[in-house]
């Protein structure tokens, strides 16, 4: 539903109550700005998202009779959560008092109330259902799980994946691997040649945030990744075997173990998509897997300029070139070739940031933007890498119809596409679990 007039400001009491102010308009943040946002970019919070309260921190807000700004000091701020397949926009707007903690690594979107219903602004990007919480069910996920322990059980990989990311931190893809379809991760690094920020799998005891889950301990063999994606690709609707997952480090530091279960995969099966999350630091690997029958890459970045990317991910050995070479090559072999991107609004949107990705989008011939929220402190990240001014911005949502009005092929999602989407069927029907 369109909204006729800006929502509500929404705070929290410190005690998991939310409550609208009436009094104030919500407003977006926009880099370091807050500002106000167009009712047309408004939409109801979908179904799975959830809303958080920040604390040490007073929301801002445009007065209802004045129309200036304001802050709330009826109690802490409150973010949304946007479940996946959905952009945000515009990220909560607050002022954050001295002794505000850290907040953990999730997405902050701005939330608001109208008429008995909490909004975000938000696009959906992707009608792919693969991640959706309605087509969850939790007894056939527990039930599948141990079916497939039962099945394997002697093979560390199936154990860690349905033991950690099924049962104990819900991780979507493993949930539908247990549940025999679409895309099985497969994760295969310890290590990692990068040391980023927000990294959610391994952060510094001197940090003040905690990882989101526990990184992978072992490195598979190429024998235990066989055993168990084999029947997968054979059996599995849409079936994708997805290399490189958050619960480990870089997948090409095991390029060697991945080319070798590639190959054997596909000695059983052509059935599929083999699809690799990277960070691209390792073109040459990335030649090796292709020749090996790798069908499509994602990239993830914080930005196509170097001295952004760099100052966020603090790569070892390898350079902002080599993720841009990466992508060359999959194209060279016709593969699919996406960037994990992550959208911060009032960084993603400048003037500068799109200059520099309209100049990577021609540079590698790139495939698919895959527009996922930043899971971070937006006042961390800024300070850590060392942005005080983010420059003129265009807003999230005309950087999207900018890029896709100059580059109509170049395909907008969420999730890495089925091989039925590689070919040519882009719009498919997925609607059914």
Not at 45 to 71: C, F, N, Q, W
Not at 72 to 88: D, L
Not at 177 to 185: A, D, I, N, Q, V
Not at 391 to 405: A, N, P, R, S
């Amino acid at each position: 539903m369109r909204l006729s007039q800006s929502p509500y400001l929404l705070y929290s009491d410190g005690n998991g109550n939310i409550f609208e102010d009436v009094s104030l308009y919500a407003t977006g943040r926009s880099g370091w700005d807050a500002v106000p946002i167009p009712t047309e970019e408004w939409i109801e919070l979908p179904d799975g998202g959830s809303l958080y309260e920040l604390p040490g921190r007073h929301a801002i807000g445009i007065d209802v009779k004045t129309g200036e700004m304001r802050l709330c000091t009826k109690g802490w701020a409150v973010a949304a959560f946007i479940p996946p397949a959905h952009s945000g926009l515009y990220l909560a707007a607050y002022e954050s008092q001295k002794d505000a903690p850290t907040l953990p690594l999730f997405c902050y979107t701005a939330a608001a109330w109208y008429n008995d219903q909490f909004y975000v602004p938000a696009v959906r990007i992707e009608q792919d259902i693969r991640q959706e919480c309605a087509g969850y069910d939790q007894s056939k996920i527990s039930s599948g799980a141990n079916q497939l322990l039962k099945s394997y059980p002697h093979n560390r990989l199936v154990k860690h994946l349905m033991e950690n990311c099924c049962m104990t931190y819900n991780c979507p893809a493993a949930r539908n691997f247990s549940l025999g379809r679409w895309e099985c991760p497969v994760p295969v690094s310890p290590a990692c040649n990068a040391n980023c920020i927000g990294c959610i799998s391994f952060q510094p005891q001197e940090e003040s945030i905690p990882s989101t889950q526990d990184r992978l301990t072992f490195k598979p063999s190429a024998e235990e990744i066989v055993e168990f994606t084999v029947p997968h690709l054979q059996t599995a609707p849409y079936p994708i075997v997805s290399f490189g997952q958050g619960c480990e480090g870089e997948p090409l530091l095991m390029w060697e173990t991945i080319r070798e279960s590639i190959i054997e995969m596909r000695k059983h099966t052509k059935r599929g998509s083999i699809n690799i999350n990277t960070n691209g630091s390792k073109p040459d690997a990335v030649k090796a897997l292709c020749e090996a029958g790798l069908n499509s890459i994602r990239v993830s970045l914080n930005s196509a300029r170097k001295h952004i990317y760099e100052s966020y991910y603090r790569p070892n050995n390898y350079s902002f070139e080599d993720i841009v070479e990466s992508l060359k090559v999959v194209r060279s072999f016709n593969g699919w070739a996406s960037i994990n991107y992550f959208v911060f609004p009032g960084m993603s949107d400048s003037i500068d940031e799109y200059e520099a990705l309209r100049k990577l989008i021609r540079e590698t011939g790139l495939t698919m933007i895959q527009w996922r929220n930043f899971n971070i402190d937006p006042d961390w990240y800024l300070g850590r890498i060392g942005v005080t001014e983010t420059g003129d911005c265009m807003g999230v949502k005309q950087l999207m119809d900018e890029i896709h009005e100059e580059f109509p092929s170049l395909k907008f999602g969420y999730f890495n596409p089925p091989m039925e989407r590689i070919k040519g069927n882009f719009e498919m029907d997925f609607a059914h679990w």
